[in-house]
T-cell receptor
Framework: GENVEQHPSTLSVQEGDSAVIKCTYS??????FPWYKQELGKGPQLIID???NVGEKKDQRIAVTLNKTAKHFSLHITETQPEDSAVYFC???WGGGADGLTFGKGTHLIIQP | GAGVSQSPRYKVAKRGQDVALRCDPI?????LFWYQQALGQGPEFLTY????????KSGLPSDRFFAERPEGSVSTLKIQRTQQEDSAVYLC????????????????FGEGSRLTVL
């Protein structure tokens, strides 16, 4: 099965600075890599995703990069704002035929005012 | 409602009791997933349905866990003889995609059912 490692577990940045969260995966057959944001007491919500035929994708202040050779992908948030404070999870679909995601353990992002 | 609905939001059970957690997916979504999220951890896959068919139950931790989706819409996750280690948030998610082996596309999660076993 797939194994997803995520770092760091906690990240504190000043408001307005950039934040970067990194993930690695083990299954070279994985081909879909979403990022989810989870606020306290709520379910995860998709914020951006990337497929293995693309190296980078951007949506306003959020971008994701994928390096298939190295089997790692990263989330970049620029011009961070207080509402960006949350737990962020990376995930990957393993190539075993089922449609379930394997999640990383999460990064608690804290935006300091 | 427009989103995935889960009930109850909070459940306290005594060790040994049976519990049932309900998930109402987004109307028309073919795929339905159950995940278990322990405190401070990422969601862990439990089981997957495509319509009424349970295609993957490899993540269910023991035979005390059982899930069903008899009419291809609402799903119930049942835990028999609950143990303290079952305490977690149980998340349900649905997806429009229904093709096994294809990309799932966006998963829409409910807010979860928090189970506490005393």
């Amino acid at each position: 099965g797939e194994n997803v490692e995520q770092h760091p577990s906690t990240l504190s940045v000043q408001e307005g600075d950039s934040a970067v969260i990194k993930c690695t995966y083990s299954d070279s057959a994985s081909n879909y890599f979403p990022w989810y944001k989870q606020e306290l007491g709520k379910g995860p919500q998709l914020i951006i995703d990337i497929r293995s035929n693309v190296g980078e994708k951007k949506d306003q202040r959020i971008a994701v990069t994928l390096n298939k050779t190295a089997k790692h992908f990263s989330l970049h948030i620029t011009e961070t704002q207080p509402e960006d404070s949350a737990v962020y999870f990376c995930a990957a679909i393993w190539g075993g035929g089922a449609d379930g995601l394997t999640f990383g353990k999460g990064t608690h992002l804290i935006i300091q005012p | 409602g427009a989103g995935v609905s889960q009930s109850p939001r909070y459940k306290v059970a005594k060790r040994g009791q049976d519990v049932a957690l309900r998930c109402d997916p987004i109307s028309g979504h073919v795929s339905l997933f159950w995940y278990q999220q322990a405190l401070g951890q990422g969601p862990e896959f439990l089981t997957y349905f495509q319509n009424e068919a349970q295609l993957d139950k490899s993540g269910l931790p023991s035979d005390r866990f059982f899930a069903e989706r008899p009419e291809g819409s609402v799903s119930t996750l049942k835990i028999q003889r609950t143990q303290q280690e079952d305490s977690a948030v149980y998340l349900c998610a649905s997806s429009r995609s229904g093709l096994a082996g294809e990309n799932t596309g966006e998963l829409f999660f409910g807010e979860g059912s928090r189970l506490t076993v005393l």
